[in-house]
């Protein structure tokens, strides 16, 4: 066991206040760069830590958590999504698996808009074309979008970041339908003078939808949740947008829908091999691709480090407040105040 300070193994340098605050508590090692770790770097470095501080684009797998050993309580993610981490493999260890809710919601809200704009209009076909030094003067036939207002806005998945695209739709005079997996929001979830609609399945939501915006985390069930038949059953002019996790839809699938005239447009944010882009889509001009940035603003980047760094202190130091996705670790000594964390 560890004689000095506890140490945090954080796998990239993220933005104050995280190191401050980390530095603060822990000794800290690892990755003070803007590199990804190989997974043969986290491996190495992690030996005798007491939280490991990482991204979503760290695999934090049953090897790494046992490479770590027996001071480790804390995996501190900085990102709501905990796809990247074997969340099982860390309960049985009693490691608390800690993300960064709340703080991201609006912005990627935001993002998620600025994709569904940005495909309905044209957006990036249109900058192109401008940079191109190919726009001759204005016409009544180029660039012709697909019109939001009056148009219905499909969510799956109604969680924080799905209520928060929904509570925009009123401004572009889109209605909300919705489908969640424990079924309809209680009334007092629902803005009040909104009528967000629930949809009886999947297909349902599909059939109706001008434009399908994903909000469910990734996990056995969502993986592939939209391939070949989903994309199908949607509008032939819908736009399908994934803000979510790449894998939620089948892109090869995608590919060949758009490819074959079906669909208005998709944008996608995440990617199913990121940051590998699946073949065929690059090709296409209706499909816009952002680089994983929906809670990249500066305001948000801050604080999700600062809620990170929060989570790693408070879980080695055995106090509540802790994001925990894990509640139900049990108490491993030497955090004996574990029963907090359970509030
Ligand atoms: C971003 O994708 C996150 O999960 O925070």
């Known amino acids: 066991m560890s004689r000095g300070r506890p140490r945090a193994f954080v796998t990239r340098l993220l933005p104050e206040p995280a190191p401050s605050l980390l530095g603060e508590v822990f000794e800290l090692c690892g990755n003070l760069g803007d590199r990804p770790l190989t997974s043969r770097e986290i491996l190495e470095g992690v030996p005798g830590a007491s939280a490991i501080v990482c991204t979503l684009a760290d695999r934090i797998d049953a090897a790494v958590l046992s490479a770590a050993g027996a001071e480790l309580r804390v995996v501190s993610n900085f990102a709501v999504g905990f796809d990247n981490i074997d969340v099982t493999a860390a309960?049985?260890?009693?490691?608390?698996?800690?993300?960064?809710?709340d703080v991201l919601t609006e912005a990627t809200a935001e993002l998620t808009w600025a994709l569904i704009l940005a495909a309905a209009r044209r957006v990036v076909e249109g900058d192109a074309l401008v940079r191109s030094g190919r726009f001759t003067g204005w016409s009544p036939s180029l660039l012709l979008?697909?019109?939001?207002?009056?148009?219905?806005?499909?969510?799956?998945?109604?969680g924080r970041i799905g209520r928060a695209v929904a509570r925009r739709a009123a401004g572009f005079g889109m209605r909300v339908l919705y489908t969640r997996r424990s079924g309809p929001l209680p009334a007092e979830a629902v803005p009040g003078g909104e009528q967000w609609g629930f949809a009886a399945n999947l297909h349902a939501l599909l059939a109706s939808a001008d434009v399908v915006s994903l909000h469910v985390p990734l996990g056995p069930e969502t993986r592939h949740l939209i391939s070949?038949?989903?994309l199908a059953a949607m509008k032939w002019d819908a736009i399908l947008v994934n803000a979510a996790r790449g894998p939620v839809v089948d892109e090869a699938a995608l590919a060949e829908t758009l490819r074959q005239g079906h669909l208005f447009a998709a944008a996608l944010d995440v990617y199913e091999n990121e940051p590998v882009i699946t073949p065929g889509l690059e090709g296409l001009t209706n499909v816009v691709l952002l680089p994983h940035v929906g809670s990249a603003t500066v305001a948000t980047r801050r604080k999700m480090a600062e809620s990170a760094a929060r989570n790693a202190i408070a879980a080695v130091r055995g106090l509540p407040g802790v994001n925990a996705v894990n509640l139900q670790v049990p108490c491993v000594p030497p955090c004996a105040r574990v029963d907090q964390w359970r509030v």
């Open 91 to 101: 309960t049985k260890r009693g490691v608390l698996v800690a993300t960064t809710p």
């Open 145 to 158: 979008g697909k019109e939001l207002t009056g148009g219905v806005l499909g969510i799956v998945g109604m």
């Open 228 to 230: 070949a038949p989903e």
